[in-house]
């Protein structure tokens, strides 16, 4: 089998050929022989920084890489028979035979391919890869711990060859392939805007609701500011302006997402119901798919006590302020009415004992009774539910 080597010198560059033996390891995977894209797999020749040119999958190889069960110990094979974890001492010899098997066929991965390995890997046997809490929750997408502990381990293979770090410079966002060929190319480029969208399913709706015109929404606007301005934020008329703020969605996107963006002020003058818990919420509810108070219940929920437990079982964390806490915890427990939800406030006041945090940084303590004109003015409507 004959290589085409290429010797680096300073700014100097040459070809030769060296033959190398034709045999194969048959049990490492064998990198495709398509010619459509090249890599460079370093060598060390005395002083000099050698590149081998060969043939490589480009993108396309983690997906149809071969993941080499046969190679792994038979600790994890018996592991992964039995649905069972495996120790750090076998998931990092694993780690170092995955990567010496993946950089036959890119001597640096992408980050991006090495997750797909690692999902793929999670995906076969989740019981044994996955990542998961104690109680057998899945952890994220389940596979992120396996993909940065590949990804370390490249990282430090390559850390002192600089020739597998160079990457191919990618083509901007605005060029083109006929940008040669376009007057227009000559100009200065457009710098990249920031972008708030991500997540959203609804940033800039197009399409008016059925059987409206932007004459009937403004309509719709103006009334919403007469029924703050004659009820203000607490309201009577809860169901007429639940459907007037869905019905006007396009119209709060387009004020929003309006260049230059409005100030504050102006917003609030014009959407002034955008700025109560409940119709922000349900905006938001519209704008990502996600009621935010169902999530951040079901989150303390599951969350909120497995901190509780564990600060509980922490003889270093129960004492002094976390304790207190948690004797206050359980004796409303014990003599609260059903359906007052004390957890929430408990989890924050743990958190702030346990990082030894003022809780003026997150609460402001105030006499009601003596400030009852200032509060009146200053109100915070938490009736997010309408109850």
């Known amino acids: 089998m004959v290589l085409v080597v290429s010797v680096i010198t300073g700014d100097c560059q040459s070809d030769i050929s060296v033959t190398t ?11 495709c022989t398509s010619s459509s894209n090249q890599d460079r797999t370093p060598v060390t020749a005395g002083n000099k920084s050698v590149a081998i040119r060969r043939s490589c999958t480009g993108d396309s190889w983690a997906e149809s890489f071969q ?24 998931k990092r010899a694993m780690v170092r035979s995955l990567v010496d098997d993946m950089r036959q066929f890119d001597p640096n991965p992408r980050l991006e391919h090495v997750k ?22 899945r952890l994220g997408n389940g596979s992120y711990s396996l993909a940065m502990k590949l990804k370390t ?21 605005h060029s083109r392939p006929d940008a040669a060929n376009d007057s227009a190319s000559t100009d200065e480029p457009k710098k990249r805007q920031p972008s708030d969208r991500y997540g959203c399913i609804a940033w800039q709706p197009e ?18 500011m007469n029924i703050f301005a004659r009820d203000g934020p607490s309201t009577c008329s809860v169901g007429e302006v639940d459907e007037l703020m869905k019905v006007t969605f396009v119209l709060q996107r387009r004020s929003i997402n ?16 955008l700025f109560t818990p409940r119709w922000m919420c349900s905006h938001f ?8 108070i169902s999530t951040m219940q079901d989150s303390m929920e599951k969350k909120g006590k497995r901190i509780v437990r564990f600060l509980e079982s922490d003889s270093f964390a129960a004492k002094g302020k976390v304790k207190e806490v948690l004797l206050q915890y359980h004796e409303t427990m014990h003599a609260q009415e059903s359906g007052h939800d004390i957890l929430s406030p408990t989890v924050m006041l743990l958190l702030l004992a346990y990082f030894k945090e003022e809780e003026t940084a ?8 003596n400030n009852c004109n200032k509060c009146k003015k200053t109100a915070v409507y938490t009736k997010v539910n309408g109850e």
């Open 285 to 292: 509810c519209q704008l990502v798919g996600t009621s935010v």
């Open 362 to 369: 997150l609460f402001q303590l105030t006499d009601v009774s």
């Open 207 to 224: 399409e008016l609701p059925s059987g409206e015109t932007y004459d009937t929404l403004d309509d719709k606007k103006t009334q919403l």
């Open 67 to 90: 993941i080499p069960w046969r190679k792994l110990s038979s600790k994890i094979q018996k592991a992964i028979t039995a649905k069972k974890r495996i120790c750090p001492a076998e």
């Open 21 to 31: 033996p034709s045999a194969v390891d048959m049990d490492s995977p064998r990198p």
């Open 116 to 137: 797909i390995v690692a999902r793929r890997i999670v995906s076969s046997y989740p019981d044994t890869f996955e990542d998961r809490t104690d109680e057998g929750e």
């Open 258 to 273: 309006a260049d230059p963006p409005p100030p504050l002020s102006e917003l609030q003058h014009e959407w002034p119901y």
């Open 153 to 173: 381990r490249i990282d430090h293979v390559n850390r002192n060859n600089s020739v597998v770090k160079i990457r191919q410079v990618r083509r901007r966002l």
